[in-house]
C-alpha cells in the first residue's frame, strides 16, 4: 500500500559493560535510496559516520531512544533494549503502520500510536535496508555518547573500546575500579563492585 510507514528499528550496545544501550528508529524515504547500507557492526565507522549523515538527511523521520546503565541494572539488558527501542518509535515524527525490528523480540507498543503491526527478523540488519538503517543510527550515536565519557573518565579508555569488555578495559576496572558508566549487574563489573 502506498501508505505503508516501515520503520525499521535496532539497537547498540548490549554487550558492553558500561555506558547505555541506544535503540534507533527510521522510516527511509523511498524515493531517496541509499547506497551500501549494511549491518553497522561490518562497516567501518568513517563508513558508518557518511551513511549515518545520509540516512538522517533523507529519511522521512528517525529517532533515537537511550536506557542508561542504571535503567539496565534496574530493569535488565533485554527490558532495557526493549525500553530503547520504545523511546525511539515514540520520538517518530511520523506514525509508522508497521515496524521491522531486528532479533527476535517485539517490544509492546500501544497508547497514542494504538496497535502497531510488527515483526521480529533474526539478522535482519544485514537483509533489511530499513533495520540497516537503524543499526547504523543506533551505532554511530552510542559511539559519540561513549567518546563523552572518555572525557569524563579518561582512565577507562572508552573511546577506544565503547564500553566493551576487552582485555584493556577490564585491566582499567581492576585497576581503577567501577565508575557511574558501569553496568553493575554485569558480572566483571559486579565481581569488582561493592557498594
Known amino acids: 500500500m502506498a501508505d505503508t510507514l516501515i520503520a525499521g528499528v535496532d539497537e547498540a550496545g548490549r554487550g558492553p559493560l ?3 544501550v541506544v535503540a534507533a528508529a527510521v522510516i527511509l524515504d523511498p ?14 565507522s568513517a563508513q558508518r559516520a557518511v551513511l549515518c549523515a545520509q540516512i538522517m538527511k533523507s529519511s522521512l523521520t528517525y529517532a533515537i531512544g537511550v536506557a542508561s ?9 533485554l ?3 526493549l525500553l ?20 527476535n523480540h517485539l517490544m509492546s507498543l500501544t497508547g497514542m500510536m494504538g496497535l502497531i503491526s510488527a515483526e521480529a527478523i533474526v539478522r535482519g540488519d544485514s537483509t533489511r535496508p530499513v533495520i540497516s538503517a537503524a543499526s547504523i ?20 579508555g572508552f573511546d577506544i573500546h565503547k564500553g566493551y569488555p576487552t582485555a584493556t578495559h577490564l585491566a582499567a576496572l581492576r585497576a581503577k575500579g567501577v565508575c557511574a558508566e ?3 549487574s554485569f558480572r566483571p563489573v559486579r565481581n569488582l563492585y561493592s557498594p
Do not use: W
Open 79 to 81: 527490558q532495557a533494549t
Open 18 to 20: 558500561a555506558g547505555p
Open 31 to 44: 524515493n531517496i535510496p541509499i547506497t551500501g547500507l549494511a549491518d553497522s557492526k561490518k562497516l567501518k
Open 137 to 156: 543510527i543506533a551505532k554511530v550515536h552510542r559511539d559519540t555518547l561513549m567518546i563523552e565519557s572518555a572525557r569524563r573518565y579518561p582512565e577507562y
Open 84 to 103: 530503547a527501542m520504545r523511546r525511539a518509535v515514540f520520538g517518530l515524527y511520523r506514525s509508522p503502520t508497521h515496524l521491522e525490528v531486528d532479533g
Open 69 to 77: 546503565a542504571e535503567e539496565i541494572d534496574c530493569l535488565n539488558i
Open 182 to 184: 558501569h553496568r553493575r
